[in-house]
Structure formats: structure tokens, C-alpha cells
Nanobody, 115 residues
Framework: QVQLVESGGGAVQAGGSLRLSCAAS????????MGWYRQAPGKQRELVAD???????NYAASVKGRFTISRDNAKNTVYLQMNSLKPDDTADYYC?????????WGQGTQVTVSS
């Protein structure tokens, strides 16, 4: 089993910054991809950004240039630095880890951006 512990969510004004962290622990063999998704009220969950074990990154168009994803393979931790936040970024943010054939999700952390 793999456990994901997320932290760093909160409330911020538009233009502000937050940094999310997600640490994976447990029976981890090899983590291939780590990523962040978000789900706003009444909307489907969507990819925000992900990063491979080789540090190749992929971003949603709506966050490109504002968010930066990174990972520390030694700590099995993925980060999401979110700058220039907008009210449209308000959502629950979920960490996702793909390890071999397995797929794990965190419990979610709330991000609220006020105008």
C-alpha cells in the first residue's frame, strides 16, 4: 500500500502564491509519474501538471507560466508552486502517483483564491 499526504493548501488573494506538497510513503517499488489534479465545484477533475521520473513535465494550458511542478525522488515527494493565482484556480487539489501498474490518489487539499 502507498499513502499520499498532501499539504500546503489554503486561502489567498488573487495574485498570491501557494506551494503544495505531496509525500508518498509505504510499499513503493518505483514511482513513474507524479502529478496534481484539481476539481472545482460542479466541474470534472482535470490535470494541472505532472512530472515523470526523468523530470519531464506537462502542464494544463491554463496554468502554464504560473505553476511549476517539481519532485524530489529521494523523498518521493512532488511539489506544485503556484504563482499569480486567480479566482479560477479555486478547487480541491489532488496528488496522483503512478507506481508500476498501480495508481494512487491523495485525499485532496483545498485552495481558495479570492478576488
Amino acid at each position: 500500500q502507498v499513502q499520499l499526504v498532501e499539504s500546503g493548501g489554503g486561502a489567498v488573494q488573487a495574485g498570491g502564491s501557494l506551494r503544495l506538497s505531496c509525500a508518498a510513503s509505504g510499499s513503493i517499488v518505483s514511482i513513474n509519474v507524479m502529478g496534481w489534479y484539481r476539481q472545482a465545484p460542479g466541474k470534472q477533475r482535470e490535470l494541472v501538471a505532472d512530472i515523470t521520473i526523468g523530470s519531464r513535465t506537462n502542464y494544463a494550458a491554463s496554468v502554464k507560466g504560473r505553476f511549476t511542478i517539481s519532485r524530489d525522488n529521494a523523498k518521493n515527494t512532488v511539489y506544485l508552486q503556484m504563482n499569480s493565482l486567480k479566482p479560477d484556480d479555486t478547487a480541491d487539489y489532488y496528488c496522483r502517483v503512478i507506481a508500476g501498474p498501480f495508481n494512487y490518489w491523495g485525499q485532496g487539499t483545498q485552495v481558495t483564491v479570492s478576488s
